[in-house]
């Protein structure tokens, strides 16, 4: 189960992909933005919706039509944006720099991959978001570092998604590299693992996915 805390503003976004129960202590300050079905996740849960936006096609929550208090933004089935790319700018538009995203992984790969990508335009913005599943999170990094939470156990696969990330250091895992260049067409950063020290991955002009394993809660 994944538990969720911070000091800074989040949006968090549930969509209607494989979802885990977790455990999230909202503010006034954060803002939850529901892309289509991930409503349904959220009624489950037990918490808010500020804003529900989609096609509207895989929703079931009939509460969603009662709920006056959640803003609803409808859009057509023949639309550029996924859901969760809808989701994803829409939060970025209102200021918000870190996005925790659930229910965005596993089910239709071309979903998750979709995903992926949007994660990758997230960090071209500038902000960082990280999708949640069971076990594991991932997130995307652009020309930046990122320090793994002390959660994490087991495995740490590190990808290139552009087609060269270079000056890539990784530290406090058992295989460490510094200053070395990925490509996107060898999977090298696949499966380190975490040592218990903490864990630093950082690319000095690239794209990349970071996966990692999280102790269970």
């Known amino acids: 189960m994944n538990q969720h805390t911070s000091d800074t503003p989040i949006c968090y976004i549930f969509g209607a992909g494989e979802f885990t129960p977790c455990e999230i202590d909202l503010t ?29 096609d895989s929703v079931t929550a009939y509460e969603l039509w009662e709920d006056t208090i959640c803003e609803k933004i409808t859009y057509p089935p023949e639309k550029d944006d996924t859901d969760m790319m809808l989701a994803i700018k829409l939060g970025l538009s209102k200021g918000y720099e870190t996005l925790a995203i659930y229910g965005g992984l596993g089910g239709r790969l071309d979903h998750t991959i979709a995903n992926v990508q949007a994660l990758s335009y997230v960090a071209e913005q500038g902000a960082r978001a990280i999708l949640y599943h069971e076990n594991y999170a991932l997130t995307v990094i652009k020309d930046s570092s990122f320090t793994l939470p002390k959660s994490t156990s087991s495995y740490v696969s ?60």
């Open 158 to 217: 590190v990808f290139s998604l552009s087609d060269k990330s270079e000056n890539v250091t990784i530290k406090g895992l058992k295989y460490e590299i510094e200053g070395e260049t990925l490509s996107n067409t060898f999977p090298l950063g696949v499966s380190n693992e975490a040592t218990g020290k903490k864990g630093v991955i950082s690319v000095g002009n690239g794209t990349l996915a970071i996966l990692w394993n999280e102790i269970e809660q």
């Open 28 to 56: 006034e300050q954060d803002l939850v933005i529901a892309a289509d079905g991930g409503y349904d996740h959220l009624i489950g849960m037990g918490l808010r919706a500020d804003i529900a936006l989609g096609d509207f």
